[in-house]
Antibody, heavy 119, light 108 residues
Framework: QVYLQESGPGLVKPSETLSLTCSVFGDSFTKYYWSWIRQPPGKGLEWIGN???????GYSPSLQSRLTISMDTSKNQFSLRLDSVTAADTAVYYC?????????????WGQGILVTVSS | EIVLTQSPGTLSLSPGERATLSCRAS???????LGWYQQKPGQAPRLLMYGASNRATGIPDRFSGSGSGIDFTLTISRLEPEDFAVYYCQQYGDSPWTFGQGTKVDIK
């Protein structure tokens, strides 16, 4: 059974950096694409970006200039770094696994972590 | 990027009724690369459908999907109490992958 768990600070100050880690349990980590997705309170979902093995990343154009996604295969973890945050970055952040197929849908999700940007 | 517009915003129905949810894309979605999720309060989304009409593992057959091009539909043939939730469509025909704003199915 696959299990994903997000971790990181729940409060970040404006203009600082948001850093989150997703730990993956029970899966072949290097076989899949792994994504970050966020959801502002009471709103819809936004795909942030993904990573496949080391060095292959895809980013949302709206966040690309502030975003870095990386992975540590020895720990079965991947990470999100979002620079220069504002209140608009307040959201529940999910990590998720892309299906092992042509279809870029997300079949396993973490439970989500609420990150609030506030001074 | 492809913008997905879902309608209606809220659908008020009774258990046993049929639910029809719409997702319209701002441009044609390549190879019917569209799917649906269900989300309940405080939970992560759950994958229901992919490739417009394929049910994900473990999804009951009262859920069905259809459509092509710019118009897609999720149908729940007979609503069960556990089906009252918010539903999102997502396209993956063109990066960045985008989601609709959601349709809430609530109890009438």
């Amino acid at each position: 059974q696959v299990y994903l768990q997000e971790s990181g600070p729940g409060l970040v100050k404006p203009s600082e950096t948001l850093s989150l880690t997703c730990s993956v349990f029970g899966d072949s980590f290097t076989k899949y694409y792994w994504s970050w997705i966020r959801q502002p309170p009471g709103k819809g979902l936004e795909w942030i970006g993904n990573i496949y093995q080391i060095g292959t990343t895809g980013y949302s154009p709206s966040l690309q200039s502030r975003l870095t996604i990386s992975m540590d295969t020895s720990k079965n973890q991947f990470s999100l770094r979002l620079d220069s945050v504002t209140a608009a970055d307040t959201a529940v952040y999910y990590c998720a696994r892309k299906m092992y197929s042509f279809h870029h849908m997300f079949d396993y999700w973490g439970q989500g972590i609420l990150v609030t940007v506030s001074s | 990027e492809i913008v997905l517009t879902q309608s209606p915003g809220t659908l008020s129905l009774s258990p046993g009724e049929r639910a029809t949810l719409s997702c319209r894309a701002s441009q044609s979605v390549t190879s019917n690369s569209l799917g649906w999720y269900q989300q309940k309060p405080g939970q992560a989304p759950r994958l229901l459908m992919y490739g417009a009409s394929n049910r994900a593992t473990g999804i009951p057959d009262r859920f069905s999907g259809s459509g092509s091009g710019i118009d897609f539909t999720l149908t729940i043939s007979r609503l069960e109490p556990e089906d009252f939730a918010v539903y999102y469509c997502q396209q993956y025909g063109d990066s960045p992958w985008t989601f609709g704003q959601g349709t809430k199915v609530d109890i009438k």
